[in-house]
């Protein structure tokens, strides 16, 4: 009987709820606004064509190819929303969830396998990113199906599975770049059973990354874009990152003395990864190891069930008191910290200039914002209230019944920047625009607090008396 209820509460019960309460986070807050980082990849999905999609005017394009290929056919078939847009990563969410179940199970007891499910499904980070519209949840779900495609292979290697996974790499590295971390362990992996397998797999695709590196990476990589990632404060310094080093030394050892292939394709990206933040070749933040938490997660259970092997009791229920408590902190911490709310309310800022400004208004829009706001004044989440255009020496220029925006930096705090804007705004060098003793100010911010750097849209109005709101 207890072997029958474990086996339903680790088989189609568990993947019910794993699924469920991953779409359900998915969908909290999924019309909550847009903030910058989604607006500008949410404004080059928009782009009129795909080359200025993949090589966007305004920033450097750091999204792969796929995942914009996605997220534009659902634009196309539905139209520009903050709710279209973000059921792109939350699609990609199930994906990984479901892979990661699937291949957990190949390498695991059932019941571990819903508990590393649970670890990677329900930590914050990856709620948070399994719903936002950036790459980082489609990157997991591309390592969840390599893994799935290689464990697959390993444990039946005839040619029909071996051109699936040619595929599935192929495919994951248009939508996950760092998919590259883990080429070399499924290669050498391979390589132990049919080294002309792997040095075919290795060829189709180094052939695919220099294709994808000559179009498409290079062209948006600068020093610019270096500076700012490495910038970064190194999060591999942190205690957390650290005790990772140490375990991953650990299941080296265990690997070499196991000789265990499949160990080896898990091991492999985390060392690499750390290397490559070492040594400053990529960027080391919690949203970039992202893609690397299933093969860790992967080892960190493995070697949990080799431990619990070592004694005489049957460890299977205490592991699923142990998932479902995942389970539940991570749905709790997002309903009792109300992730639903907004970074940034760029919709409400657009939202609040609607009631407020009048055709002949002058709108200013800060430089930071720029992105957000073009998204809302043109998608269905917002009025089209502005064209965007400038003059070269940064003065504001009109386009039809519009004051245009002008983009400038505002480095003032609300304390002292309004009482000088009632009686002139200075934008940039040469730029001073009088307003006047009778002029007030409608001010949409999208921050929540007015002590820091002024952040919001701005829109002086003539002869009406001065408005200020925070949007937060």
Not at 91 to 106: E, Q
Not at 218 to 226: E, F
Not at 352 to 357: A, D, G, P, T
Request: proline share 6%; charged share 10%; with cysteine.
């Amino acid at each position: 009987m207890c072997g029958i209820l474990a086996e339903v509460l680790t088989g189609r019960v568990a993947t019910i709820v794993l699924l469920g309460f991953t779409l359900i986070l998915g969908l909290y807050g999924i019309e909550r606004s847009l903030w910058l980082d989604e607006a500008w990849v949410a404004n080059s999905v928009h782009a009129p064509t795909l080359g200025e999609m993949f090589h966007y005017p305004t920033w450097l394009q750091t999204s792969p190819p796929l995942f914009l290929m996605l997220a534009r056919s659902a634009v196309g078939l539905f139209g520009l929303s903050t709710v279209v847009l973000r059921s792109v990563p939350v699609l990609l969410s199930l994906v990984a969830v479901a892979a990661m179940l699937a291949v957990a199970r190949r390498v695991v007891s059932p019941s571990y396998a819903v508990l590393a499910t649970a670890i990677l499904a329900f930590h914050p980070t990856s709620v948070e990113y399994f719903r936002a519209f950036k790459q980082y949840g489609g990157e997991v779900a591309a390592t969840t199906v390599v893994l799935l495609a290689a464990v697959v292979y390993l444990q039946k290697p005839d040619r029909k599975q071996f051109y699936v996974l040619v595929g599935v790499m192929v495919a994951a590295m248009t939508l996950s770049y760092p998919t590259v971390f883990l080429l070399p362990g499924v290669v050498v992996a391979i390589g132990f059973g049919n080294r002309s397998r792997a040095t075919m797999l290795a060829g189709i695709c180094a052939a695919v990354l220099a294709v994808l590196y000559w179009f498409l990476i290079h062209p948006n990589y600068t020093a610019a874009l270096r500076a700012y990632w490495m910038g970064a404060p190194a999060v591999w310094l942190t205690p957390s990152t650290i005790a990772a080093v140490v375990l991953c030394v650990g299941f080296a050892v265990r690997i070499a003395w196991t000789r265990n292939a499949i160990g080896l394709i898990l091991l492999a990206p985390c060392v690499l990864l750390f290397a490559s933040e070492l040594l400053g070749w990529y960027p080391a933040s919690p949203r970039t190891q992202m893609f690397v938490r299933p093969c860790f997660i992967l080892l960190l259970v493995m070697v949990l069930q080799d431990l619990t092997r070592l004694t005489k009791w049957k460890w299977d229920a205490v592991v699923l008191v142990a998932a479902a408590v995942v389970i539940f902190l991570g749905v709790r911490k997002q309903f009792h910290e109300g992730r639903f709310q907004p970074e940034e309310d760029m919709a409400g800022a657009v939202r609040y200039l609607r009631m407020n400004v009048a055709p002949s208004d002058l709108v200013l829009v800060h430089a930071s914002l720029r992105e957000g706001f073009q998204l809302y004044t043109r998608s269905r989440a917002g009025p089209h209230l502005l064209s965007f255009t400038a003059t070269p020496n940064g003065r504001a220029a009109r386009a039809a019944s519009w004051p245009v925006p002008m983009f400038r930096r505002l480095k003032t705090s609300c304390t002292t920047w309004i009482p000088k804007f009632r009686t002139t705004f200075t934008a940039g060098s040469g730029c001073s625009i009088p307003i006047g003793r009778s002029t007030g100010i409608t001010f949409a911010c999208t921050t929540p607090s007015c002590g820091k750097t002024i952040s919001g849209v701005v829109a002086a109005r003539q002869d009406r008396t001065f408005a200020s709101r925070i949007l937060g």
